[in-house]
């Protein structure tokens, strides 16, 4: 069975014995850890960057893959930063909820068009568990997609994959993140639409895709886990009823989505899109 390891740097020296070493332990990757930054350990990202002043330290293996700024929401002006040293000193105070002359129809059609197009091709590297597009406008979570597989290995495989790749006629950069839990790295007070700081929250403000895709991609998923069964589930099973456990969560795995590769840049979704006037 896999499990989630992270890479914690060196161990602590002997001072303060078994109990300091615990309570270093106890706070790691809290906002009393002042080594290593809470913010990067629970999203994945930080507002600065390498400038931070605490570690940022990159997980050696994970099952949760990001790939950055990936989704151009076209309610969000292209030049829009919330960088202060790529900001010019005479620009317009920042919308913290930008709009777009497109309606929201016409902005929830464009965004199920991205999320079937980029999940169908995810799902290829393994039993994908969950994916999540986030719509901050915050320089370092803008855009990004992240994936959570049921094992690492299949993580390892997208990082590797998606690397190569082009999308939309941009390259893509793709990692593996320490997130974990998404519960811990969403901003509570935006599902509650209470977040007073819009898009620029450094917490991730996540868009969802419509119920219907939702369902028809899980249901897919789910016909294809039964005709190509993989052999490390089986195993997981056989071992859960040995311990008297429940048996292995999540949904998606390996189904035929659209793998036909243009020169512009982008795959093509599983369904032909290209007469769509929002297609980039």
């Known amino acids: ?18 109990g300091g070493a615990a309570h270093l332990a106890s706070i790691y990757g809290s906002e009393q850890d002042k080594v290593n930054c ?29 790939v950055q700024n990936m989704y151009q929401n076209p309610a969000h002006n292209p030049a829009l930063t919330s960088n202060p040293h790529l900001r010019p000193a005479d620009a317009p105070p920042l919308d913290l909820n930008p709009k777009s002359n497109m309606s929201d129809q016409e902005l ?93 929250c450094n917490f991730m403000h996540l868009r969802q895709p419509s119920r219907s895709l939702r369902r028809q991609l899980q249901q897919q998923a789910k016909v294809e886990r039964k005709l190509n069964p993989d052999p490390r589930e089986e ?20 189904f035929n989505g659209g793998d036909d590769r243009g020169s512009g840049g982008g795959w093509r979704p599983s369904r032909d899109r290209e007469s769509s006037p929002r297609r980039y």
Request: hydrophobic letters at 30%; charged letters at 25%; aromatic letters at 14%.
């Open 1 to 18: 069975m896999s499990y989630h390891r992270e890479s914690y740097g060196g161990g602590h020296g002997g001072h303060g014995g078994h």
């Open 235 to 254: 195993e997981r099973r056989k071992e859960m009823e040995m311990f008297g456990g429940g048996g292995g969560g999540g949904y998606g795995d390996r």
């Open 38 to 66: 809470s913010f990067y350990l629970k999203i994945g990202a930080c507002r600065h960057g390498e400038r931070c002043s605490r570690k940022h330290i990159k997980p050696q293996f994970s099952q949760t893959i990001v």
């Open 108 to 200: 929830a059609e464009y965004f199920d068009q991205f999320y079937e197009d980029v999940y169908c091709e995810l799902v290829k590297f393994g039993n994908l568990l969950e994916m999540h597009v986030c719509d901050n406008v915050g320089d370092h979570l803008i855009g990004n997609v992240y994936a959570r597989y049921d094992w690492e290995e299949e993580a390892q495989a997208a990082v590797e994959a998606l690397n190569t790749r082009w999308y939309a006629g941009r390259p893509l950069f793709a990692e593996l993140s320490p997130v974990t839990d998404f519960r811990e790295a969403c901003c509570r007070q935006n599902d509650m639409g209470e977040c007073n700081r819009g898009g620029f």
